[in-house]
């Protein structure tokens, strides 16, 4: 196998007397899918928010592609090729489809027009969105220039996640990106998931839904307690045996813990 383009070793995290992240490890290899599943409080949310740069834990280590990193803050992240789609679709209702892609890292005009007048590029970004869209096959937003409170709720977790291919080159982190969405708009969010992965780019998909775990991901790394528990194989492995594993009813063989 290659080496993790992601790891984390020994990560530690507090709260007062509360133990977040009890010296957890995690791996992310290229080009695959990894879940993270876990009891409510097991810690998952720390740990992404230690990968992304939300939370600086208190011990421990973050390597990307093989180099150690250090990120104060999720821009830290972000600069370094790792973008992550909220549960709470951080989208800006008011603002359009190509504001929201380019929100804070808006293309300026050349020449002067761009450095001293500070006028945005409209149309590069304008283009740019439409190509990023295609690529994901959301060719049902047919303006790309109406608000995102216009879109359903799957359109618009399908602009975070177009926002999060667009400039997540080495990683992106998927936290319940079904959890607010039906049948029919999880389907087109599970296609989109694949269809990065299909681009190259490794991706972590935290979600409470099972069978959606067991569908797209290669690995499924089960947190409990704050720390890494297992690393099970979704073809080998039930989702039966996810639960048991996560709730505490069955302890996972050696080789597991180890993986």
């Known amino acids: 196998m290659s080496d993790p383009i992601l790891k984390a070793v020994n990560l530690t995290k507090r709260y007062g007397k509360v133990v977040a992240l009890d010296h957890c490890d995690f791996e992310l290899y290229p080009g695959e899918i990894l879940g993270v599943i876990g009891d409510n409080g097991a810690g998952k949310s720390t740990l992404i928010k230690a990968l992304s740069g939300a939370v600086v834990p208190d011990g421990g280590e973050v390597w990307l592609e093989g180099q150690k990193v250090s990120f104060g803050s999720p821009n830290d992240a972000r600069h370094a090729g790792i973008e992550t789609v909220y549960q709470t679709l951080a989208v800006s209702p008011a603002l359009s489809i190509t504001d929201n892609l380019f929100m804070g890292r808006e293309l300026r005009q050349p020449g002067i027009m761009g450095k001293v007048f500070r006028r945005l590029d409209k149309a590069r970004m304008e283009e740019f ?3 990023k869209l295609n690529d994901l096959g ?3 937003i047919q303006n790309i220039n109406q608000p995102v409170e216009t879109l359903s709720g799957g359109q618009r977790q399908g602009v975070a996640v177009a926002r999060a291919a667009a400039f997540g080159s080495k990683v992106i982190i998927l936290d319940e990106p079904t959890a607010a969405l039906g049948v029919k708009e999880s ?7 694949k269809d990065v992965r299909a681009r190259g780019i490794p991706i972590i998909l ?4 099972m069978p959606h ?3 797209v991901c290669d690995r499924v790394h089960v947190h409990r307690l704050g720390k890494r528990l297992c690393v099970i194989d979704p073809k ?3 989702m039966s ?3 048991a594993y996560m709730t505490g009813a069955k302890e996972p063989d050696q080789h597991l813990e180890d993986a």
């Open 129 to 131: 969105a439409r190509q």
């Open 138 to 140: 959301l060719m049902t």
């Open 187 to 193: 389907r087109r969010v599970l296609e989109l998931i």
């Open 206 to 209: 935290i979600s409470h839904n």
């Open 213 to 215: 775990v067991f569908e």
């Open 236 to 238: 080998t492995h039930s």
């Open 241 to 243: 045996d996810a639960v």
